[in-house]
């Protein structure tokens, strides 16, 4: 892993990340994952925007990233964390910048996931911020892989469907594509909000009667762009989203 912090106007390397700052100590940080394609970033307006969204939440001053060199990365995954700075809990949140890249495979067309519903409620953040406190989100991946899938759907405390634990999720229920909504704490992602510009889905709210009642689904972040279910606790689904893979791929591979 490469790690870079951001210092005045400039990224600087750096060989350790500070434990007395409280977005390590308590997890008080946002962040955005980009994927890069051979020194390309994706969808990196996008991202930015949702970081700056996410820091106005947290009542921090906006700062303005330095600009970063993607060229010298390779393919992987970069994420931009702004974290809350030393001092007390409740002292104000700074927004001390760092960068993180780790090589990895990023994919439009990955192969299609099990997915198992998770029975622990989950606790979204308000807003849908991608926050350095992903506990919850582990725990209900590592339970769906202990029982043999790729990935947990996670449903808060009144039962509505958020999300995958590590991504976004369309549904196609009736012939119809939908995604659950903001309001149930749904993550507001890049490519998530690439795949509502682009396909006729809508946002609901959508509880396990949508789950048990949709004939496909597919998931979407960063790293694997948009990926089929084939299976839904143990129920095989339609693998039906080759069109908008292919148009991803076009649109913001090639692009």
């Known amino acids: 892993m490469r790690t870079w912090k951001k210092n005045g106007d400039a990224w600087e390397p750096c060989e350790s990340l500070p434990l007395a700052d409280r977005g390590f100590r308590y997890g008080m940080s946002v962040f955005e994952t980009i994927a890069v394609s051979e020194g390309r970033p994706l969808l990196l307006e996008a991202h930015l925007m949702r970081l700056e969204q996410a820091a106005a939440s947290c009542q921090c001053v906006p700062q303005a990233l330095p600009r970063f060199d993607f060229s010298t990365l390779g393919t992987g995954l970069l994420r931009f964390y702004l974290t809350a700075g030393e001092g007390a809990p409740d002292a104000p949140f700074e927004g001390n910048a760092y960068a993180l890249f780790d090589e990895a495979e990023v994919g439009w067309n990955l192969p299609a996931l099990r997915v198992a519903m998770s029975a622990a409620p989950y606790l979204p953040r308000p807003g849908g911020w991608k926050t350095g406190n992903y506990w919850q989100n582990i725990d209900a991946l590592a339970d769906a ?111």
């Open 145 to 255: 892989r202990r029982r043999g899938c790729d990935e947990a759907l996670v449903f808060n405390p009144a039962g509505m469907l958020v999300g995958a634990a590590m991504a976004n999720v369309f549904l196609r229920i009736d012939g119809s594509w939908a995604t659950p909504a903001l309001e149930t704490g749904a993550r507001d992602g890049a490519v998530r909000g690439w795949v509502l510009g682009t396909l006729a889905a809508a946002e609901e709210m959508l509880d396990a009667d949508a789950l048990r009642r949709c004939t496909a689904a597919f998931l979407t972040n960063s790293r694997i762009g948009i990926c089929p279910v084939a299976e839904l606790d143990g129920r095989p689904l339609e693998t039906v989203c080759a069109d908008i893979q292919r148009q991803y791929f076009d649109e913001i591979f090639t692009a």
